[in-house]
């Protein structure tokens, strides 16, 4: 459930120092921040604390919160979500390609993972609370990279 106020905070936080910020709000600007917030947030956050440290060093508790037993293969996500939170914090120094990499890679996982829990949730009834509210969060933040990739590769982004 915290994965759906990260979600909100990727467009509420960008759009807040937008509103802020002293420096004219071009299209190229405006993504450029939004895009960012979104890696960082929505790849960084939810990969390394919200999907590396409970999966590793919590995965019994992890589990019962999705509606899974427990199982091996919890370290094995635990370790990809960590790789990729890293990924999308490196997004604050490393910019250009690699943003459109960390997205491009993260909004596929995010988006196969958003299809596992609505079979999860229609084929099983698992409606824990980490695998219903979950798709939401996970479809959300998957979707919203990619239009904002694709937003700032139309403005020239990636050509910078």
Known sequence: MLALLIAVLMVVLPLLHLAFSKVPRTPLRVVHILLLYALVLGVGVIGLPMGFIPHVFFPDQAAELIGWAPSPFQLEVGFHDGAWGILGFLCIWIGGLFWL??????????????????????????????NFFTMFSDGFIGIWILVLLYLYWRQGGFRT
């Open 101 to 130: 990499a960390t997205g491009l890679g993260w909004s596929f996982f995010m988006l196969g993972a958003t299809y596992g829990h609505i079979r999860e949730t229609l084929i099983k009834g698992d409606y824990a609370p980490y």
